[in-house]
Nanobody, 123 residues
Framework: QVQLVESGGGLVQAGGSLRLSCAAS????????MGWYRQAPGKEREFQTA???????YYADSVKGRFTISRDNGKNTVYLQMNSLKPEDTAVYYC?????????????????WGKGTLVTVSS
């Protein structure tokens, strides 16, 4: 069993930055592909980025060049550095864990979800 707990959300002005963290419990963290999703008000949850155990990264086109995912397997933590934030980035951001890249990118049969952290970007 893995539990995921996100932190680091908050209110930021447009153009600002935030760094989200997702701390995972359990000894098997390094086995999982990790990802970040977001869900804006009135919209479906959508994939943002994923990272393999070895550090290979994947990004949705909407966040390429602005968001950076990273992980520290020793600390069982995955991070999301968000720069040049826009009001349309306002959403609840969720951490996800899956045993395959396809699982994490497709969002189907995700093994574990966090409860989310709210990011609000003001104009």
């Amino acid at each position: 069993q893995v539990q995921l707990v996100e932190s680091g959300g908050g209110l930021v002005q447009a153009g600002g930055s935030l760094r989200l963290s997702c701390a995972a419990s359990g000894r098997t963290f390094s086995r999982y592909f990790m990802g970040w999703y977001r869900q804006a008000p009135g919209k479906e949850r959508e994939f943002q980025t994923a990272i393999s155990s070895g550090g290979t990264t994947y990004y949705a086109d909407s966040v390429k060049g602005r968001f950076t995912i990273s992980r520290d397997n020793g600390k069982n933590t995955v991070y999301l550095q968000m720069n040049s934030l826009k009001p349309e980035d306002t959403a609840v951001y969720y951490c996800a864990a899956g045993l395959s890249l396809k699982t994490v990118i497709d969002g189907i049969n995700i093994d574990y979800w966090g409860k989310g952290t709210l990011v609000t970007v003001s104009s």
